[in-house]
């Protein structure tokens, strides 16, 4: 069965520094997200990604924050100046139809230090 | 703001028995509603989903049921098994819109 894919697992930082998380998202899917779960919480909407743009972003998603689809697999989230508060888990979607049954990848747990 | 809740934050079952997980949404205007399963260290994992043009939606050994009069949506789990342990949530969506919001997860405890 076709899987949204997401490499780290793990990713470690110390604050100020720059991430970027990897996703390969199912390869007939048009619509890309990021979302975000910080621990014991809601997961919360960063962002979606369709045509080479993005469609739509949420209050999170500040300028410290940028998407890229690199190339025709790969879809990434930067995060250019870390903060504690960015620490959560990160997901990646995607989907057939817009806004609708999203496949998630298992997540790159992000650690700012 | 508007947003999708949760009344149980942990649900209990004995192993056989039938699963009820309760979902309260107070957007009138949501049309597509979504339930996840997410399992420790994992990603949210489709379940079912229903258009608000239906009552009832069944998968295999589930059952997605919503009430819009009240706002409600249930997911509903026949024979619970070890493996239905997890965190469930459920999602909303409006206008065909990008974003799902979810609610705040309910656990399901199954005991053998």
């Known amino acids: 069965e076709p899987e949204v894919t997401q490499t780290p697992s793990h990713q470690v930082t110390q604050m100020g520094q720059e991430v970027i998380l990897r996703c390969v998202p199912i390869s007939n899917h048009l619509y890309f997200y990021w979302y975000r779960q910080i621990l014991g919480q809601k997961v919360e909407f960063l962002v979606s990604?369709?045509?080479?743009?993005?469609?739509?972003k949420s209050e999170i998603f500040d300028d410290q924050f940028s998407v890229e689809r690199p190339d025709g697999s790969n879809f990434t989230l930067k995060i250019r100046s870390t903060k504690l508060e960015d620490s959560a888990m990160y997901f990646c979607a995607s989907s057939e139809n817009r806004g609708e049954k999203l496949f998630f990848g298992s997540g790159t747990q992000l650690s700012v230090l | 703001g508007e947003s999708v809740g949760l009344h149980l934050p942990t649900l209990s079952v004995q192993e056989g028995d039938n699963s009820i997980i309760n979902c309260a949404y107070s957007?009138?205007?949501?049309?597509?509603f979504i339930w996840y399963k997410q399992e420790s260290g994992k990603g949210p994992q489709f379940i079912i989903d229903i258009r608000s043009n239906m009552d009832k939606r069944q998968g295999q050994r589930v059952t997605v049921l919503l009430n819009k009069t009240v706002k409600h949506l249930s997911l509903q789990i026949a024979a619970t098994q070890p493996g239905d342990s997890a965190v469930y949530f459920c999602a909303e969506n409006y206008n065909a819109g990008n974003m799902l919001t979810f609610g705040g997860g309910t656990r399901l405890m199954v005991k053998p």
């Open positions: 990604f369709y045509n080479n743009e993005i469609s739509e």
């Open positions: 957007n009138s205007a949501s049309d597509y």
